[in-house]
């Protein structure tokens, strides 16, 4: 064993030579690979010598998967927007850590410390010639992202990611129309949504950022409309709302005339309580009826046979049901107000569109039996099933 001034290097039975030596800490370390030549062997210890003057790192920090470590950096990524990570997500499992060609090694089985700059131009280079230049850019961003988080977590000395201008993508030119092309689109759909072309067009509004409007985000005496959140589908089929892509995208908006008149007709046409539910309560003399009383309707209709009282607060979401005694002798009150005051002996039959066959025991042989008034409270009912 020949001894250094700094670590140690020693013969093997095995004719291959080992490498040890010690960290500012006093700790041992020893190189995870041997050497076929004692040259080599002191080449590797010099190496680790002036990393330790840099900054010492250790080796064995870097012998992680790069699939694994990636999966661990964007967990700890804790203030990514939902969308934001799905991408990420994407863009590593689809473009970073798989195999992208043949001849090139995919980059996910390899350990951070044995990725290299030439390896990962060889990556670079084929997920060009099969994705594109633009799916390379992002996804050539993604690793380098990666990698620099290694960097500043000690796995790993230097990035090697380093290719000139990898990360720059070249979007093609943005298409625009000309007013008589817009006329023409918002001639084209269907008037509901009318106002949503004109407010893409003339207000500059993202579609995320209009579908998550509310009625009092629109200021039609000023023609403003305040964005302050979007809405967006992921692509699990969840929708979520957030924040607007920046601080510049919380913002108030000026419409002009036409779209502030498009939107004042929109909403006058889409009102459903003022134009739907109004008419129909004064048409019935139904006046103040409020449109989520119908719930309690549908908390008066007796259980299945064998199901107890829970069984009707769960389609109501309540998750206790002591107040359904009350509930269902209102309704009763109200189902022997419109009878005429006869007991509660008479089946109530219900809407024409629920007359159908349902399945399981509300019916037998496929014969839909009339829903039953609930007069006199759920045991009643229940005798009338």
């Given at each position: 064993m020949t001894k250094r001034q700094?670590?140690?290097i020693r013969k093997l039975p095995s004719d291959r030579w080992q490498v040890r030596y010690r960290t500012e800490s006093g700790r041992r370390v020893t190189a995870a690979e041997t050497f076929r030549t004692r040259g080599d062997a002191s080449r590797w210890l010099a190496k680790a010598e002036a990393e330790q003057g840099r900054g010492w790192i250790d080796p064995r920090a870097g012998e992680v998967l790069l699939a694994d470590?990636?999966?661990r950096w964007i967990d700890g990524c804790a203030n990514l927007a939902p969308r934001t990570r799905e991408i990420y997500e994407h863009q590593l499992r689809s473009h970073v850590l798989p195999r992208i060609a043949e001849g090139v090694r995919p980059l996910?089985?390899?350990?951070?410390?044995?990725?290299?700059?030439?390896?990962?131009?060889?990556?670079?280079?084929?997920l060009v010639r099969t994705h594109g230049r633009s799916v390379a850019a992002k996804a050539y961003v993604r690793l380098r992202q990666v990698l620099g988080q290694a960097v500043d977590d000690e796995r790993i000395a230097r990035n090697p990611c380093r290719i000139d201008g990898g990360g720059i993508e070249h979007h093609p030119e943005q298409r625009t129309v000309t007013i008589a092309q817009l006329d023409g689109l918002t001639d084209a759909v269907d008037g509901r949504y009318r106002a949503l072309v004109?407010?893409?067009?003339?207000?500059?509004?993202?579609?995320?950022?209009l579908f998550a409007l509310r009625l009092s985000d629109v200021d039609l005496q000023h023609g403003l409309i305040r964005v302050r959140r979007k809405r967006l589908?992921?692509?699990s089929g969840q929708v979520i709302e957030g924040q607007p892509k920046s601080r510049a995208g919380v913002r108030d908006v000026v419409?002009?005339?036409?779209?502030?008149?498009?939107?004042?007709e929109h909403l006058e046409r889409n009102n459903f309580r003022t134009r739907?539910?109004?008419l129909a309560t004064a048409m019935l003399g139904l006046h103040g009826l409020k449109f989520h009383e119908l719930r309690h309707y549908a908390g008066t209709l007796p259980p299945r046979p064998g199901r107890r009282p829970r069984a009707t607060a769960r389609p109501l979401e309540h998750t206790r049901c002591d107040?359904?005694?009350?509930l269902l002798g209102r309704a009763g009150q109200a189902h022997r107000r419109a009878l005429g005051g006869n007991g509660g002996s008479r089946a109530v039959p219900g809407p024409r569109s629920h007359r159908r066959a349902l399945p399981g025991s509300w019916g037998t042989g496929g014969a839909r039996r009339p829903i039953v008034g609930a007069a006199t409270g759920p045991r009643t009912a229940r005798k009338a099933l």
């Open positions: 700094f670590g140690t470590y990636a999966r996910g089985e390899q350990r951070l410390d044995r990725l290299t700059p030439e390896l990962v131009r060889a990556w670079y280079a084929a004109l407010c893409v067009g003339l207000g500059g509004i993202r579609e995320g950022e589908r992921l692509a419409l002009p005339v036409q779209a502030v008149d498009e939107l004042r739907v539910w109004l107040d359904l005694p009350a």
